[in-house]
């Protein structure tokens, strides 16, 4: 009977003895996968440099974003700006001080005489 007794504890013994991850990171099995862990590695650095640089587009683009948008009302500013001085009234106003002046009169048409 205490054979029996015996063979029941070794059994219990055994199974807790059996963990799973205990054959699983030895010496031999990590010097086997070196590799794959270099790849995993590999990939790591390259997915995080890859957020990296998608953030830094990002803000490039942003930042032009906003530079195109100064552009435009820069170029809205100087345009609604030509069109007010290219007015006949403003013309007059800046070319009198050079001493032209508008004329009254119709201007008179020279003809070339052929013979």
């Known amino acids: 009977m205490s054979e029996q007794v015996n063979d029941k504890a070794e059994k219990v013994n055994d199974k807790t003895n059996k963990n799973p991850l205990k054959g699983l990171f030895n010496y031999q099995w990590i010097v086997k996968n070196i590799p794959f862990f270099l790849f995993l590695s590999a990939l790591t650095v390259l997915y995080i440099a890859n957020g990296h640089r998608a953030d830094k587009t990002i803000r490039r683009i942003n930042s032009t974003t906003v530079e195109l948008k100064d552009l435009q009302y820069e170029y ?3 345009k609604s700006e030509v069109m007010f001085r290219s007015e006949e009234r403003q013309i007059v106003k800046a070319s009198e001080p050079l ?14 005489i052929n013979n």
């Open 76 to 78: 809205k500013t100087l």
């Open 99 to 112: 001493g032209l002046k508008v004329l009254k009169e119709t201007p008179v048409r020279l003809r070339a």
